[in-house]
């Protein structure tokens, strides 16, 4: 088997019309040396149907694995496991690759012998765009700390291109998160001494709908704790807490600016 560059990897659950574009969206990068990996995590519709009925089932790059509704942490492992390009790129199944995005991916991992890149992306709201314009951090504590106060992510996991050495070598995705699976490997490889490079050019099309997962961050200030206990910089007393303050200040803020879309 001939190892390609990149392994796209996405997953999804019942989201055909979202998948279609993504797919196509990959399929459409000027780059051409990758696979593509569609994890069905216990689709209604199988996605080997819906890639079929959208006629994008027949090239030979993509390939369907399948798990029962498992959850995403699993089925982003499942896909890890299945991957044989050298660099994983993870694409949600609401997003769109912009039709560069792996060849300015590959110009900047060929310049910068880098291991782990996060992009710049266009958050896409009832038609119209806004670039996303992502922060560089000078060390990998200081991002952490980015990471775990910041209101807005730093980092968006979608577009993000991890060597698959470097997964594999400090675990892949920790599946007792529910949610927040991305996150939490970040501040997994932050804290391990991984400098992740920035690509200060967008590649990933985010659109933003009433299903993204994000509305549900009361709920996830539960996990939010828990990360901040596992990650937070120092032991001190009051970091840990002051932290979460933040945290919970800034998600609760965020919901109420959900409500009233």
């Known amino acids: 088997m001939v190892q390609p560059t990149f392994t796209v990897c996405i997953v999804v659950r019942d989201r055909a ?5 993504a797919v196509r969206s990959v399929l459409a990068n000027t780059f051409a040396d990758f696979e593509l990996v569609v994890v069905d995590d216990g689709s209604r519709i199988p996605v080997t149907t819906v890639l079929a009925e959208a006629k994008v089932a027949g090239d030979h790059r993509v390939r369907v694995v399948t798990q029962p509704p498992t959850g ?15 660099y994983l790129t993870v694409l949600d199944s609401d997003d769109e690759l912009t039709p560069d995005a792996l060849a300015q991916l590959h110009r900047l991992l060929a310049e910068t012998d880098g291991s782990w890149v996060y992009a710049d992306y266009t958050e896409v709201s009832r038609g119209s765009g806004r670039l996303i314009r992502l922060p560089e951090y000078a060390s990998a504590r200081r991002m952490l700390i980015g990471v775990l106060t910041r209101p ?3 980092f968006k996991h979608s577009g993000t291109t991890i060597d ?5 070598r400090i675990g892949g995705y920790d599946e007792s998160f529910r949610l927040f699976e991305d996150i939490e490997l ?5 804290k391990s001494g991984v400098h992740p490079c920035h690509l200060a050019h967008p590649i990933v099309r985010f659109h933003r709908h009433d299903g993204n997962v994000t509305r549900g961050r009361l709920a996830g200030l539960v996990f939010w704790f828990r990360l901040i206990e596992m990650y937070r910089p120092v032991r001190w007393p009051g970091v840990g807490l002051a932290i979460k303050a933040l945290r919970t200040l800034s998600e609760t803020g965020k ?3 959900t409500l009233g879309r």
Do not use: K, Q, S, Y
């Open 186 to 190: 970040m501040l997994r490889a932050l």
């Open 152 to 154: 807005r992510l730093p």
């Open 164 to 168: 698959r050495r470097l997964l594999d």
């Open 17 to 21: 019309v979202l998948l279609v574009n």
């Open 255 to 257: 919901w109420l600016v």
């Open 72 to 86: 995403i942490a699993e089925a982003r492992n499942l896909g890890l496991r299945t991957a044989t390009g050298r």
